[in-house]
């Protein structure tokens, strides 16, 4: 089993900054990809960003150039910088990790898992 664990939100104002850590923990052989999915108030869930284990990334227009997404390999972790938020960023943020490991005894060369969230609040 893997648990991915979120840290990093909270209430800022329109034009600050928070960084968001997400911490993956268990039976991991390796990741694959990392990212950040959030969804606002009755929204659908939408894609963030996300970085590849050789660093490329991909972004959502809608933050690009505000948020870099980054990660360390060795602590199994990801990272989100966001710069000058906006209300519209104003959401639950998730992280989400294809791992490659055991399940159950198993081995899964590509598993799916989700964290729990994290709520990022910017006030106008």
């Known amino acids: 089993q893997v648990q991915l664990v979120e840290s990093g939100g909270g209430l800022v104002q329109a034009g600050g900054s928070l960084r968001l850590s997400c911490a993956a923990s268990?039976?991991?052989?390796?990741?694959?990809?990392m990212g950040w999915y959030r969804q606002a108030p009755e929204k659908q869930r939408e894609l963030v960003a996300v970085?590849?284990?050789?660093?490329?990334?991909n972004y959502h227009d809608s933050v690009k150039g505000r948020f870099t997404i980054s990660r360390d390999n060795t602590k199994n972790t990801v990272y989100l910088q966001m710069n000058s938020l906006k209300p519209e960023d104003t959401a639950v943020y998730y992280c989400?990790?294809?791992?490659?490991?055991?399940?159950?005894?198993?081995?899964?060369?590509?598993?799916?898992?989700w964290g729990k969230g994290t709520l990022v609040t910017v006030s106008s």
């Open positions: 989400n990790a294809d791992v490659s490991g055991y399940y159950g005894g198993n081995y899964y060369p590509s598993r799916n898992y």
């Open positions: 268990g039976s991991i052989i390796s990741i694959n990809v």
């Open positions: 970085v590849t284990r050789g660093s490329t990334t």
